[in-house]
């Protein structure tokens, strides 16, 4: 038995038995619990689960909750476990890992390849971008992270328009509103003039990032980097 177990879903959050497990999967197999049963007997040995997005899993619950007894192998001991988890929030399980993969990101080459595969038949482009990598180390060294190197390659398809920024903040910042720009476009908005900074936009969309950035601040000091959007609309009021 395989069982994938997206850690985010709040339906799997409530899971708390192996025949809740086992329903989940098959609701509508009559031997469901028949099955279960069988499990706890086997102990698990047929069992291979993968616990995606483990730093998706709500606090409390990594400590108190029936995922962590399936992660500390206390409800069927032989079984399998595969985790993904962002480095923060998986510390406290090395001790009971048997092997561990780390993926560190792109590395130089691989950055060279995603440059040559988006801007494919365009050779004085990518040129172009390698330029600017090698004149902004800042910039450079964020792109070993895929996301910040899929932003970049986003914000250069646009730099007509835009020139490219020169620093980690200016890359957000023109990213974030180029994102607002065209989010209001496709909802048929029009502005008087375009937003170029975050510190100059107008109402009320000036409302709606500062709080996103109050709680996106307040969450990070807590250690709080996932959250779901009841708790995005209960802190940000014009959501």
């Not at 899971?15 to 031997?31: A, C, G, M, Q, R």
């Not at 406290?92 to 792109?106: K, S, W, Y």
């Not at 490219?164 to 909802?187: E, M, Q, V, W």
């Amino acid at each position: 038995f395989l069982f994938l177990l997206h850690l985010r879903d709040p339906a799997v959050q409530q899971i708390n038995s192996l025949d809740y497990l086992v329903h989940h999967f098959y609701p509508h197999d009559k031997e469901a619990s028949e099955v279960a049963a069988w499990l706890l007997q086997d102990g698990g040995q047929s069992v291979t689960l993968l616990l995606d997005g483990y730093d998706e899993l709500p606090p409390n619950l990594r400590q108190n909750s029936f995922i962590a007894n399936l992660l500390q192998h206390k409800v069927i001991p032989a079984c399998a476990v595969i985790i993904s988890s962002r480095p923060h929030a998986s510390g406290h399980l090395r001790d009971n890992i048997t092997n561990q993969v780390e993926i560190i990101g792109f590395s130089k080459q691989d950055q060279q390849h995603f440059i040559q595969q988006s801007l494919q038949h365009q050779p004085h482009k990518i040129s172009e971008l390698n330029r600017y990598l090698e004149q902004h180390p800042a910039i450079s060294n964020l792109c070993f992270i895929p996301i910040n190197m899929t932003i970049l390659l986003f914000l250069y398809k646009d730099k007509e328009k835009r020139p490219l920024p020169t620093s980690s903040t200016g890359l957000y910042n023109l990213f974030i509103c180029l994102t607002i720009c065209r989010h209001l476009a496709k909802s048929g908005t029009t502005l008087d003039e375009e937003i170029k900074d975050l510190n100059r936009l107008p109402q009320p969309y000036c409302t709606i990032i500062n709080q996103l950035s109050k709680f996106a601040f307040e969450a990070l000091g807590n250690n709080q980097l996932v959250f779901t959007l009841s708790e995005l609309k209960k802190k940000c009021q014009t959501l």
